[in-house]
């Protein structure tokens, strides 16, 4: 085991946590899923995120939106990081380095509206468990939504093993001059040595063969947090509910949107097994074995209250969507843990020209504007579910909100692009349209920044643009790969830049311009 100081409490220190976004933790993103299960969500005014890592989400959502948020996460380098977000986009986030005892027992904070937890009920231990389960309970306001993402069984059953195996050896056969990294990788040399024996494990559960060799390609910042801490836990559906009935929460569905669907997930077989049991946790567990769940992202609600089937139709034609790609030469792919969704071309081309714009709709308004071609409201709802889950669309704010974020969130993306000179860590923006992030490629990022440095834009060449990328890429001894190999030449690589350039001025450019990131 990693040698941790006291005030780690054996969660991974050493090194810092990915620069991730996560869509799920955006408020606006609990309208769908609620209101398409037929509960009341609250207005969203403040909110929590707790364990926010580098603080990448909390603050993309904090400058993309009105929404006040407050946050903590114990390790220092990252909330300083997430600090200086808040600072340069001049948002309402109040970020804190507090453990969560500490933090949760501050007499200042309001009352939340939402608070969220990505992740971090795997990596922690009962007793800080307990701490957030008292904190749900005393500042989740009733009607408050709740989001914890957790890894769960049975997905996670046969890789326990595997995990305790690397846990071990960096334990008893590492050394502190490895480093954490260092650890890892020998970790997973020393698995991998020992499968190529073929242990009766491996035979036994080939799967876990095929994780081994995935792990070899991850982020080992990633590894380190979700494979090395001390408190390391899945959980199945049925112990998490038992854990948050002190915090008064009930189940109300699920982040990830696919999950609706039941076509691309269970077969027939399973779906009318299913259909005989009543909801509740039975029913997520026999669900979970039935598509052998791995990591679960769901909504839970303080006071659950129903629509009526009136409220519901009105609420939901209420909510606005985007499209976040070109529409020219898309067609979309959605997966679930079946199978593919067999898309029906009748009811997605239609619904994607009205929405080939890039701006804002109300669900509301595709339904009327496909109603003469036959399609009903239902479809357009779960062709909608289908492409959000995808990422292809993404709930939309109001234009008053929009504007109201929009001074934040040019600031936040011009930090942002600028550090895109240096590092390519961080793939992510900011869109006041989508009250939140979406990702932009380090490329891409480069070449904004000099698109608006440009006193006229819109003449802008592919090879000016190339020409600006390669001056910083250069002065830095940076190269790009292709096919998995570094491009030598200085010609090479411009003019592998100007082909990513080309497509940018093409496509991209305009979609980024709609959804207001610059």
């Known amino acids: 085991m990693f040698d941790m100081e006291t005030w780690t409490g054996g969660y991974v220190a050493d090194v810092n946590y990915i620069y991730g976004y996560y869509p799920e933790l955006n408020p606006m993103r609990a309208q769908l899923a609620l209101c398409s299960a037929g509960i009341i969500v609250p207005k969203i005014e403040v909110a929590c995120e707790l364990g926010f890592g580098q603080g990448l989400s909390i603050n993309l959502h904090a400058a993309a939106s009105d929404v006040n948020w407050y946050g903590t996460d114990f390790n220092p380098a990252q909330a300083a990081f997430a600090q200086q977000l808040a600072q340069q986009a001049k948002s309402q986030a109040h970020l804190f380095d507090q453990s969560f005892e500490v933090f949760c027992q501050r007499l200042d904070l309001p009352d939340f509206d939402y608070i969220g937890l990505h992740g971090i009920w795997s990596w922690i231990s009962n007793k800080n468990r307990a701490v957030l389960v008292d904190f749900i309970q005393r500042k989740l306001k009733v009607g408050g939504v709740l989001y914890v993402s957790y890894n769960t069984y049975p997905g996670w059953a046969a890789t326990v093993p595997l995990r305790e195996l690397m846990l071990q050896h960096s334990e008893f056969m590492g050394s502190e001059q490895q480093g954490v990294i260092g650890k890892i990788d020998a970790a997973i040399e020393f698995a991998e040595t020992l499968f190529a024996v073929n242990p009766r494990f491996a035979s036994d559960n080939p799967q876990v063969g095929a994780r081994l060799k995935s792990l070899k390609n991850q982020n080992r910042n990633y590894l380190a947090h979700e494979y090395f801490n001390r408190d390391w836990q899945p959980m199945s559906f049925a112990q998490i509910a038992q854990w948050l009935t002190e915090a008064k929460v009930q189940y109300a569905g699920s982040a990830h949107y696919q999950d609706y669907i039941d076509t691309i997930n269970l077969t027939k077989a399973q779906q009318e097994l299913l259909a005989r049991l009543p909801s509740g946790r039975f029913y997520q567990t026999v669900r979970d074995f039935c598509v052998n769940q791995q990591f679960r992202r769901d909504y839970w609600i303080k006071g659950a209250r129903k629509l009526s089937p009136l409220e519901k139709r009105e609420r939901l034609y209420e909510i606005a969507v985007v499209l976040t790609q070109l529409r020219a030469g898309f067609e979309p792919k959605i997966v679930g843990s079946l199978s593919e969704a067999k898309i029906q071309p009748t009811i997605f081309n239609p619904l994607l020209d009205c929405l080939a714009d890039n701006k804002p709709k109300q669900l509301g308004q595709l339904v009327q504007a496909l109603k003469n071609q036959k399609i009903t409201a239902a479809q357009v709802l779960q062709a909608v579910l289908l492409l959000s889950g995808s990422g292809a669309l993404q709930c ?123």
């Open 396 to 518: 939309a704010q109001g234009e008053a909100a929009i504007q109201s974020a929009r001074k934040k969130t040019d600031a936040l993306n011009q930090y942002l692009m600028q550090k895109a000179r240096s590092n390519a860590e961080i793939n992510y923006l900011a869109s006041p349209v989508m009250g939140g992030g979406i990702s932009v490629p380090r490329f891409h990022q480069l070449f904004l920044l000099g698109y608006q440095q440009r006193q006229q834009p819109k003449s802008i060449s592919a090879g000016e643009l190339a020409q600006f990328a390669w001056r910083i890429l250069s002065s830095q001894g940076q190269r790009l790969t292709k096919a998995g190999k570094p491009i030598e030449t200085a010609e090479a690589n411009l003019a592998e830049l100007k082909s990513i350039a080309e497509k940018f001025l093409g496509n991209d450019l305009s979609v980024y311009q709609a959804l207001q990131i610059i």
